[in-house]
């Protein structure tokens, strides 16, 4: 069993930047692949970002490309979301997600494993 602890969400100014890091438990962390996904009030749960094991792959929604990375330290069984330009309409709970298998997938049924969300809110 995998536990994931999300942390480091907020409020934040149009234009800010926020981090995001997902703790997991358990020693099998590095075989997985890990992604993020938020959900807006009204609006279901949608793909951020992914990252395969290895940390060698990564792949992103077209609204967040190029503002957000992606990452992960296996060896601190962490993953981190950097949020850059955070517009409103970034504003969402994100949830950290793990998958039993190394290859990140874009779909949310491809994860076992669910935080419990860290809210973000951006103002305008």
């Known amino acids: 069993q995998v536990q994931l602890v999300e942390s480091g969400g907020g409020l934040v100014q149009a234009g800010g930047s926020l981090r995001l890091s997902c703790a997991a438990s358990g020693r099998t962390f590095s075989s997985y692949a890990m992604g993020w996904f938020r959900q807006a009030p009204g609006k279901e749960r949608e793909f951020v970002a992914a990252i395969r094991w290895s940390g060698d792959s990564t792949y992103y929604a077209d609204s967040v490309k190029g503002r957000f990375t992606i990452s992960r330290d296996n060896a601190k069984n962490t993953a981190y979301l950097q949020m850059n330009r955070l517009k409103p309409e970034d504003t969402a709970l994100y949830y950290c997600?793990?998958?039993?298998?190394?290859?990140?997938?874009?779909?949310?049924?491809?994860?076992?494993?669910w935080g419990q969300g860290t809210q973000v809110t951006v103002s305008s």
């Open positions: 997600a793990g998958g039993r298998t190394p290859f990140a997938s874009t779909d949310l049924r491809g994860y076992d494993y």
